[in-house]
């Protein structure tokens, strides 16, 4: 039996929370949301051609994987991963590193996790979580957006690395080799959002960032004429989940940023940085209410207030305000030393 | 069914349009019956989210999940039932073989299988048909057997069970 000292601490999203944990474990005490924004992890993306159970992928955060290849480049941080052909390798190579007392983080598809809940086992790939310890044939895993640690049988968990699909893992481990004894946070805190205001203004491909968000709304004005309402309403019932349901932190990660915001305003003495927070959460809360709006359209209780047009008007507004949070804070990182 | 679906409905509707967190998290509060039908989702998981607090300042806070949620996932779980209901009936009319049920009832498509049991897609989609599953060897079975968790006896008879995913869940 192997049992690692490892720190969990529930978060409201996976990935961040793997990454907080890791570093965490290795000595430097970082919060979920300022590991969100070291990494960049905000993004939107509205990708049709990638398919998630036969709908468009929506995206509101950075692809998998993006957070933690973020912090791992800060200087003096060592990560490594690993990919996999071959099952019984990965598994081997995984108990070999807990056996070094690593930490190991996954990504997995949960819809092979047996202590998933029931409603929420979707095939999706890209869910991150952190191995500390083997007893028998059961893994013990530190599941970011779970209460407590949780077990895991080694053949399911072995599914779940090589789960098939968009985002496959392909047996993905990583794990942390060293970190810096003292994080002087206020460059990376600027690096952070520098990527993430390039992704959200400056792309060049019209479905991503506040571009995306004008697209996915032109799209989703023609939903009821290309699809039908029912095939429309599922269509926008999935925009919802992929901003709602668990691992978002709420509003599509725009709570999660604005929490990012105000630590960093906190830690860096910056009032500026303080009402952009603010504004993001106006943003979010504009998410919501485009939510709200949808989960009534798919209830069929839409009112005047609650069409496909007001819902147009809702995502372009969205698009507006986070275009000015994300020109503001452009205008923010170019003014500093 | 229908009533507790008719229940949530009334309830979403309470839900603020242009709330705030604040309210929102109020709703969460005074609205009991919605907090099952949350832990109905979760399995009695408790998640944390980002609120903001009275002096403005983020927090997780635990054992909060905007109720709106539940009336999606509920949706998308009606149109796997619903695709599975109508596998259900193709199978018991001799249309499809049960390899298409249990497909559509772990909702993969035919591509997910492929890649799952290392096959090309069109001898999946061959494998659809009720005369050539029949002949179907089992070593291919068995890959179709041990993907969806059930055992060779029960796919050579065309039983159809419930997906592996809603039964076997450990507490």
């Known amino acids: 039996m192997i049992l690692l000292d490892f720190p969990h601490t529930q978060s409201a999203h996976c990935e961040s929370g793997v990454a907080a944990n890791l570093l965490t474990h290795q000595g430097l005490k970082i919060s979920e949301a300022m590991a969100f924004g070291l990494g960049g992890g905000l993004f939107f993306g509205y990708l049709p051609f990638i398919r ?31 990919k996999f052909r071959n099952r019984d390798e990965a598994m081997a190579e995984l108990d070999k590193t807990l056996a070094a007392s690593i930490p190991v983080g996954l990504q997995t598809g949960v819809f092979w996790l047996p202590y998933f809940p029931k409603a929420l086992r979707f095939h999706f790939n890209a869910h991150n979580l952190v191995v500390y310890g083997k ?38 481990m990583y794990y942390l080799t060293r970190v810096p004894v003292e994080l002087e946070l206020t460059p990376h805190i600027i690096r952070g959002i520098q990527s993430v205001c390039k992704m959200m203004l400056a792309s060049p491909f019209p479905l991503i960032g506040v571009k995306g968000i004008r697209f ?6 023609k939903w009821p004429q290309r699809l039908g309402r029912e095939n429309a309403d599922l269509h926008l019932g999935h925009v919802v989940r992929m901003q709602e349901e668990i691992g978002t932190g709420g509003g599509g990660f725009r709570f999660m940023y604005a929490a990012f915001l105000q630590e960093s305003a906190a830690a860096m003495q910056e009032p500026r940085l303080q009402e952009c927070a603010a504004s993001l959460t106006a943003a979010g809360d504009t998410w919501r209410e485009f939510a709200a709006m949808a989960v009534r359209i798919c209830k069929k209780r839409g009112g005047p207030e609650a069409s496909y047009p007001a819902m147009v008007a809702c995502l372009n507004r969205c698009a507006a305000m986070e275009e000015k949070v994300f020109t503001e804070l452009r205008q923010w990182t170019r003014q500093q030393p | 069914m229908q009533r507790r679906v008719e229940e949530e409905g009334r309830v979403s509707m309470q839900c603020p349009t242009s709330g705030s967190t604040e309210t929102s ?13 949350y832990q109905k989702i979760t399995d009695g998981l408790k998640i944390v989210s980002y609120v903001i607090n009275d002096r403005g300042k983020y927090e997780l806070t635990p054992d909060f999940l905007w109720q709106p949620v539940t009336v999606v996932n509920h949706q998308a779980w009606e149109e796997i039932a619903k695709k599975t209901t109508i596998s259900r009936n193709k199978v018991a009319a001799g249309r499809v073989s049960c390899l298409h049920y249990y497909m559509t009832a772990n909702q993969m498509d035919i591509g997910l299988v492929a890649q799952y049991t290392g096959q090309p897609r069109w001898k999946v989609c061959l494998h659809l048909v009720p005369f050539v599953f029949a002949r179907v060897s089992a070593d291919t079975l068995r890959k179709y057997a041990e993907l969806y968790k059930i055992s060779l006896d029960d796919l050579c008879k065309g039983r159809l069970l419930a997906p592996f995913t809603m039964t076997n869940n450990q507490e």
């Not at chain 1, 995206?59 to 993006?66: E, F, K, L, P």
């Open chain 1, 52 to 82: 998630i159970n036969g709908l468009p992928l929506v995206t509101y955060r950075a692809a998998a994987g993006n957070i933690l290849r973020q912090i791992a480049s800060i200087p003096g941080v060592g990560m490594v991963e690993k």
């Open chain 2, 25 to 37: 998290s109020l709703t969460a509060d005074r609205e009991a019956p919605v907090y099952s039908s």
């Open chain 1, 135 to 172: 007893e028998g044939n059961e893994y013990l895993i530190s599941d970011p957006v779970f209460p407590t640690p949780v077990r895991c049988p080694a053949e399911d968990l072995a599914r779940a690395r090589f789960a098939s699909g968009p985002l496959a893992p392909k047996g993905k």
């Open chain 1, 216 to 221: 996915l709304a032109k799209r989703l004005g």
